[in-house]
């Protein structure tokens, strides 16, 4: 279905557009609504709807305004925008953003549901046409597009000359003048082929619009992107929105899942490989689980603070279950090239084992010897490396309390932020203005680097748990006070009686007359 996200400043309009429009009988989903377009742009950022509704004359933040950020930031979204009589210069400028329709106030359910059907029509006609795999074919021939893309892989993997970098961005037109940088690996996962085309061309209209970011398709699948920012909060701000923009178009079809990787940040062109290398490796070390993840480099480098380098510890950063096999297949592969050594090789390879995990542990603050004294004795060892068996089993062992207490200390981590955003949830419900970007404000994250987190570790978005958490405290005061439905609406963070209404039906299955009468009775 396609979404639809209404904002105006007038209460009697959205609940005409809200209640008079049979949304999915038209093929429409009703996704939320906003009085102004300050508290709008922070749900329209998380909500990604297809179509924007918005009156042209709001407080705070008018309707051009909020058209002009959205097309910048997800220019997927056609708008429609509503004017009243005396209005038309503003509807003028409003053409010059890019909007898809303008309707005179007053109009009818019919005129807006004309209007919101050509925005669906031309969306579905844009997405045939991105998604013609022709189209496709001929751009990838052009020269200037294979030049800019072998010039960009040879950036990130090292090789490019750096001595001619900034001369060789100007012939191809690329800016990479700024402080910090980032590089962004987004995998798509699919059986259908057509799928991923139409997923690719997707991605390679709309990342034109990405003024800090350029990109190439390194593999078929493989999405790699080049970040820049002034500081590097802006940075990890744009690539955390950019990621969860790419998933989004990617999974417009759903045959397919992203898993995205975000590299560390770095301070100069030729440490790009550096960010490179360790998307790569989250990459590499991921299972794929057919859900859409983030995954970013420095959450991880911020936990783990090891000096000296050790390519075991490194896999166990980002090891799943699925992965221990491999490692121990890698390390039987060695025994089974020198079987005559089996006990010394075994038992060089097992302490080896046991000596990175010791720092994995170490790094989370932790100390072996406290935590699993058992795999330290020297009995442990020697027991292991009697036979083949006893060692696959034993090698086993170790790697699975490895990954178990790095989920559990990395689960810690972002519980503490979690915790602390579900705390201010809980006394700041009422307040109209508690938003996406007022919650991440106080827990210290980026807006968009604490939507991915909160909808990864808790199963929901944002918004979700927010308006479970209004409705929720609205049924507890109608059952512990007589306080009229449109003071309760008010009183639990809703701006609009209606829309309370509406909502709490489509959360409930009821109105919440009908839930008071039920809960009396």
Same mark, same amino acid.
């Given at each position: 279905?396609?979404?639809?996200?209404?904002?105006?400043?007038?209460?009697?309009?959205?609940?005409?557009?809200?209640?008079?429009?049979?949304?999915?009988?038209?093929?429409?989903?009703?996704?939320?609504?906003?009085?102004?377009?300050? @508290?709008?742009?922070?749900?329209?950022?998380?909500? &990604?709807?297809?179509?924007?509704?918005?009156?042209?004359?709001?407080?705070?933040?008018?309707?051009?305004?909020?058209?002009?950020?959205?097309?910048?930031?997800? =220019?997927?979204?056609?708008?429609?925008?509503?004017?009243?009589?005396?209005?038309?210069?503003?509807?003028?400028?409003?053409?010059?953003i890019g909007i898809v329709d303008y309707l005179l106030k007053p109009?009818?359910?019919?005129?807006?549901?004309?209007?919101?059907?050509?925005?669906?029509?031309?969306?579905?006609?844009?997405?045939?046409?991105?998604?013609?795999?022709?189209?496709?074919? *001929?751009? /990838?021939?052009?020269?200037?597009?294979?030049?800019?893309?072998?010039?960009?892989?040879?950036?990130?993997?090292?090789?490019?000359?750096?001595?001619?970098?900034?001369?060789?961005?100007?012939?191809?037109? @690329?800016?990479?003048?700024?402080?910090?940088?980032?590089?962004?690996?987004?995998?798509?996962?699919?059986?259908?082929?057509? +799928?991923?085309?139409?997923?690719?061309? #997707?991605?390679?209209?709309?990342?034109?619009?990405?003024?800090?970011?350029?990109?190439?398709?390194?593999?078929?699948? #493989?999405?790699?992107?080049?970040?820049?920012?002034?500081?590097?909060?802006?940075? *990890?701000?744009?690539?955390?929105?950019?990621?969860?923009? @790419?998933?989004?178009?990617?999974?417009?079809?759903?045959?397919?899942?992203?898993?995205?990787?975000?590299?560390?940040?770095?301070?100069?062109?030729?440490?790009?490989?550096?960010?490179?290398?360790?998307?790569?490796?989250?990459?590499?070390?991921?299972?794929?689980?057919?859900?859409?993840? @983030?995954?970013?480099?420095?959450?991880? *480098?911020?936990?783990?603070?090891?000096?000296?380098?050790?390519?075991?510890?490194?896999?166990?950063?980002?090891?799943?279950k699925n992965d221990i096999q491999t490692i121990i297949d890698d390390?039987?592969?060695? /025994?089974?090239?020198?079987?005559?050594?089996?006990?010394?090789?075994?038992?060089?390879?097992?302490?080896?084992?046991?000596?990175?995990?010791?720092?994995?542990?170490?790094?989370?603050?932790?100390?072996? &010897?406290?935590?699993? =004294?058992?795999?330290?004795?020297?009995?442990?060892?020697?027991?292991?490396?009697?036979?083949?068996?006893?060692?696959?089993?034993?090698?086993?062992?170790?790697?699975?309390?490895?990954?178990?207490?790095?989920?559990?200390?990395?689960?810690?981590?972002? +519980?503490?932020?979690?915790?602390?955003?579900?705390?201010?949830?809980?006394?700041?419900?009422?307040?109209?203005?508690?938003t996406l970007t007022s919650v991440a404000e106080a827990v210290c994250?980026?807006?968009?680097?604490?939507?991915?987190?909160?909808?990864?570790?808790?199963?929901?978005?944002?918004?979700?748990?927010?308006?479970?958490?209004?409705?929720?405290?609205?049924?507890?005061?109608?059952?512990?006070?007589?306080?009229?439905?449109?003071?309760?609406?008010?009183?639990?963070?809703?701006?609009? =009686?209606?829309?309370?209404?509406?909502?709490?039906?489509?959360?409930?299955?009821?109105?919440?007359?009908?839930?008071?009468?039920?809960?009396?009775?």
């Amino acid at each position: 279905m396609t979404s639809v996200f209404v904002v105006d400043d007038e209460s009697i309009v959205l609940d005409g557009i809200r209640s008079k429009i049979d949304w999915e009988a038209n093929g429409f989903s009703f996704l939320g609504e906003a009085t102004d377009g300050e @508290i709008a742009l922070s749900m329209i950022c998380e909500l &990604k709807p297809d179509i924007l509704v918005t009156d042209i004359k709001m407080p705070f933040m008018d309707g051009l305004q909020l058209a002009s950020i959205v097309k910048r930031k997800q =220019p997927w979204i056609k708008i429609i925008i509503l004017s009243g009589h005396d209005e038309f210069d503003y509807a003028k400028k409003a053409i010059s953003i890019g909007i898809v329709d303008y309707l005179l106030k007053p109009f009818t359910p019919d005129e807006l549901l004309e209007s919101m059907n050509r925005a669906a029509e031309q969306i579905a006609s844009e997405r045939k046409q991105l998604s013609d795999i022709y189209k496709l074919k *001929e751009e /990838l021939k052009s020269n200037e597009v294979l030049v800019k893309k072998d010039f960009l892989n040879n950036l990130v993997h090292g090789s490019a000359n750096m001595s001619t970098v900034m001369q060789k961005c100007q012939e191809l037109e @690329i800016d990479l003048i700024s402080r910090f940088y980032k590089v962004l690996i987004s995998k798509i996962e699919t059986d259908d082929n057509d +799928a991923l085309q139409e997923s690719r061309s #997707l991605l390679n209209s709309y990342s034109a619009s990405w003024d800090q970011a350029v990109s190439f398709f390194h593999h078929t699948n #493989l999405l790699v992107c080049i970040f820049k920012g002034s500081s590097q909060e802006e940075l *990890e701000d744009v690539t955390f929105h950019t990621a969860e923009s @790419i998933a989004h178009i990617a999974t417009k079809n759903d045959k397919c899942k992203v898993l995205t990787a975000i590299g560390k940040t770095v301070e100069h062109l030729s440490q790009l490989k550096e960010s490179y290398s360790d998307a790569r490796q989250i990459l590499d070390a991921t299972k794929s689980n057919r859900e859409n993840r @983030i995954i970013n480099s420095d959450d991880l *480098e911020s936990t783990f603070e090891i000096n000296e380098s050790d390519p075991l510890v490194d896999k166990l950063k980002y090891a799943g279950k699925n992965d221990i096999q491999t490692i121990i297949d890698d390390s039987m592969s060695l /025994l089974k090239k020198n079987s005559e050594l089996f006990s010394v090789i075994a038992s060089y390879l097992l302490v080896d084992m046991i000596f990175s995990v010791s720092k994995l542990v170490e790094s989370f603050g932790g100390d072996i &010897k406290s935590v699993k =004294p058992d795999i330290l004795q020297r009995k442990f060892i020697d027991d292991a490396v009697k036979d083949e068996e006893n060692f696959t089993r034993t090698l086993e062992y170790v790697l699975n309390f490895a990954v178990e207490y790095r989920d559990s200390k990395m689960s810690g981590k972002y +519980a503490d932020v979690i915790l602390k955003a579900k705390k201010y949830i809980e006394d700041h419900y009422a307040d109209q203005n508690t938003t996406l970007t007022s919650v991440a404000e106080a827990v210290c994250l980026s807006p968009n680097h604490f939507s991915t987190i909160f909808s990864q570790e808790c199963k929901t978005t944002f918004i979700g748990y927010l308006t479970e958490v209004r409705i929720e405290n609205a049924k507890r005061l109608m059952r512990e006070t007589d306080m009229k439905g449109y003071d309760i609406a008010y009183e639990c963070g809703f701006s609009d =009686p209606h829309y309370f209404s509406y909502i709490f039906k489509k959360n409930t299955g009821l109105s919440p007359r009908e839930y008071k009468m039920n809960y009396e009775h």
